[in-house]
């Protein structure tokens, strides 16, 4: 019986919420957190019996390479599983529900999940893994498809662009006002990018007519990194507030949820120079 002070992580000090989800985890997709040296051990016994029956076979040296080959693939992809799992397990809250993780959306995540050897982007999945885990159905499958088209630059540029993001209320919208802007190309966003990520299934970017919010009482409070921001409209109802060129997908209102933001100390004075141009009553609080 294996030895639980040789596994990878041993259950007994972790909370009961990573149990549960190594549990889920490993019924979708097999077993993880196996005994260390007992896993390599295994690894290496079932190869040498794989060579031995072969040598008992006739079998060409392309077949050889070709075994070797799907042994490593596989063992790459053991780990690459293993590796955001063991990530997540960080990220749970106490009132984390793994239990209830849908065992088709843990299948699909893991197909896609498996891929990833690049230990930032192991990251950001691990991420995904323990939102999912804290609030189940956070994440959608068309998200996890998505995000999984995404090499490192695509989530790069996508986790500067949220830099720009406001707490509107009833949604987040990243305020991008003038794409020629210092304050948005010091943070590697301009036109062409904001066409990539909405190329990609990220944004929508509408260079020329912009968006605005509509049908706005007169007085509204909105956040930017816990600040707060009070308007005041100049009619009693119906108003209207400027938004800039860029609006989340649902998709990007996903992604935006795990990423690694920066308060940019300037950005909330820029935003309401820019609003007061519009003949908006800005109260800061």
């Known amino acids: 019986m294996a030895d ?23 019924d979708a997709v097999g077993a993880i957190f196996l005994p260390h040296q007992i896993e390599r051990i295994a690894k290496a016994e079932a190869k040498a019996d794989k060579i ?6 006739e079998i060409t040296k392309l077949q050889k390479r070709a075994l070797r080959r799907l042994l490593q693939e596989e063992s790459d992809k053991q780990k690459n599983i293993e590796n955001v799992t063991q990530k997540a397990l960080p990220l749970l809250t ?23 050897s690049d230990s930032e982007m192991q990251d950001l999945w691990s991420k995904i893994l323990a939102g999912e885990a804290n609030v189940p159905g956070t994440f959608s499958k068309r998200t996890i498809n998505t995000i999984a088209s995404l090499d490192k ?30 304050i948005y190309n010091n943070y590697g966003i301009n036109f062409e990018t904001l066409k ?10 509408e260079s020329l007519a912009g968006y605005t919010l509509g049908s706005l009482p007169q007085s509204i409070k909105i956040f930017y990194r816990g600040r707060s921001l009070s308007i005041t409209f100049g009619k009693s109802e119906k108003n209207e507030l400027n938004v800039g060129s860029v609006l989340l997908t649902s998709v990007g209102k996903d ?9 940019i100390s300037v950005f909330m004075e820029y935003t309401i120079d820019k609003w ?10």
């Open 52 to 57: 031995k029956a072969v040598s008992h076979i």
């Open 153 to 182: 630059k695509d989530a790069s540029l996508f986790n500067s662009l949220s830099n720009f993001v406001w707490d509107l209320g009833k949604t987040t919208v990243p305020l991008v006002f003038d794409v020629k802007d210092k």
């Open 94 to 116: 106490k009132t984390s529900s793994p239990k209830d993780i849908e065992r088709d959306w843990l299948v699909n995540f893991f197909d896609k999940a498996r891929m990833i």
């Open 4 to 26: 639980a002070s040789n596994s990878l992580i041993n259950l007994g000090d972790i909370s009961k919420p990573a149990t549960v989800l190594i549990e889920k985890v490993s």
């Open 196 to 205: 990539h990520l909405d190329s990609i299934g990220l944004i929508n970017f």
């Open 255 to 263: 992604l935006v949820k795990i990423c690694d933001t920066k308060n």
């Open 276 to 285: 007061k141009q519009d003949a908006n009553i800005i109260k800061s609080t």
